[in-house]
């Protein structure tokens, strides 16, 4: 009989063999963690390498906007601050998107100082008032969901507004006044708002469904771009309290 005839299946036995009795061991691995502080020495090759890149982000951050001359602070049911805020999305909405915007608001907690200071108004300290990117959008709602809207802000305590005045009663909002008219529940009121809120952050489930109009435009740089307008405009960088939102006696 032909050799091969006696290799082929002896070839089989062998690699049959090889599959049953031929399993993966999963080896044991071994973790140690490493304590980073200030005691170790610096890389200093690592540091020359970065050195560029932080002397650019410093000049960034400390970059002068403008000047305020009076202290900015958060508060409710309405603040300096806020109303800063609030006329700073509702004008360079108006500006970015080249449209109508009947008006603005920014939910309470998305201020993440307390107090903007007296004094020069540096690049990091916008970023330290809004590091999120947040996009400035906008959307049309009928003033019936705009209600539903303002009894939340109402309900929260009361949110910085812009192109509205309101008050609160029992956690509602009354006497609601858009651009100086009453509160109209049929009227398409056009709404410049973070994109946040308008995916339904902070509660705000009545504008998810609601579609969204953007550009890209960040909150943040929208805040930049007001400062450069009330300096290019001669006017003063402040806010002052407006009774935009107050309690009904």
Known sequence: MNPRYYFFPALLLF????????????????????????????????????????????NSMNSVLGVTSESMEKAQPESSLGNFMADAFLIMAREKYQTQVDLAFVNFGGIRLTQLPAGNITRGKVFELMPFDNLLILQKIKGSVLQQVLDLMAGRGGWPVAGIRMQISNNKAVNVQVGGQPLDPEKVYTIANSDFIANGGDNADMLRPVPQITNGYLMRDAIIDYIAWLNSNGKKITATIENRVTHAQ
Request: with cysteine.
């Open 15 to 58: 690699l049959t063999g090889i599959s049953c009795h031929t399993s993966y061991e999963g080896q044991s691995l071994q973790y140690k963690g490493y304590r980073i502080s200030q005691t170790m020495p610096a890389d200093t090759a690592v540091l020359h390498f970065l050195q560029p890149f932080s002397d650019s982000v410093n």
